[in-house]
T-cell receptor
């Protein structure tokens, strides 16, 4: 089954304690991305990756790090989490970028993070 | 320049009615406009998408209307059903990039 898997699904942590949210896809997709979803703000792109070792900033990259050492994995790292990073996070992947009849961006089920 | 403005924020429609959600953009470099559907506790899922070289795209009960000169596009859900109750997001992207800008979402409730 084609899927994007995020772990953990729920996470409560304290300010300043480094954490990593993992993301893995089994579709051999080139493109992967992280989003955060906040009420009234919709989805905002944090970082994206076009291939192994190729990443770029989205609209809200401050306070986050990513790495793409393998094609299937794209972890999101919060080096020093703060309460304003409390949010619902989604990982996504696509075979292609931009428009195309068969281009589908698949999303994971989400990780709900609370930073106290 | 990078915003995609979505309205309304919430929408209540009777079963069998038409649901209409609107989006507007400023950046003329955008050339791919997908709509996503999200159910509670789930990630967004691609519903339908359009490129600016066509003015309308229809898939089943879902239709995107696109007005390039006005820089607006909208989602029409015909014969709305209670199972369509979800949050809908419009988005915009530039081909060849993986950069997406999303609207703020519309929470649709279809009454049985």
């Amino acid at each position: 089954e084609a899927q994007v898997t995020q772990n953990p699904r729920y996470l409560i942590t304290v300010t300043g304690k480094k954490l990593t949210v993992t993301c893995s896809q089994n579709m051999n997709h080139e493109y992967m991305s992280w989003y955060r979803q906040d009420p009234g703000l919709g989805l905002r792109q944090i970082y994206y990756s076009m291939n192994v070792e190729v990443t770029d900033k989205g609209d809200v990259p401050e306070g986050y790090k990513v790495s793409r050492k393998e094609k299937r994995n794209f972890p999101l790292i919060l080096e020093s989490p703060s309460p304003n990073q409390t949010s619902l996070y989604f990982c996504a992947s696509s075979l292609f970028a931009g428009g195309g009849a068969k281009n589908i961006q698949y999303f994971g089920a989400g990780t709900r993070l609370s930073v106290l | 320049q990078q915003q995609v403005k979505q309205s309304p924020q919430s929408l209540i429609v009777q079963k069998g009615g038409i649901s209409i959600i609107n989006c507007a953009y400023e950046n003329t470099a955008f050339d791919y406009f997908p709509w996503y559907q999200q159910f509670p506790g789930k990630g967004p899922a691609l519903l339908i998408a359009i490129r600016p070289d066509v003015s309308e795209k229809k898939e089943g009960r879902f239709t995107i209307s696109f007005n390039k000169s006005a820089k607006q596009f909208s989602l029409h859900i015909m014969d709305s059903q209670p199972g369509d109750s979800a949050t809908y997001f419009c988005a915009a992207s530039v081909s060849g990039t993986y950069k997406y800008i999303f609207g703020t979402g519309t929470r649709l409730k279809v009454l049985a």
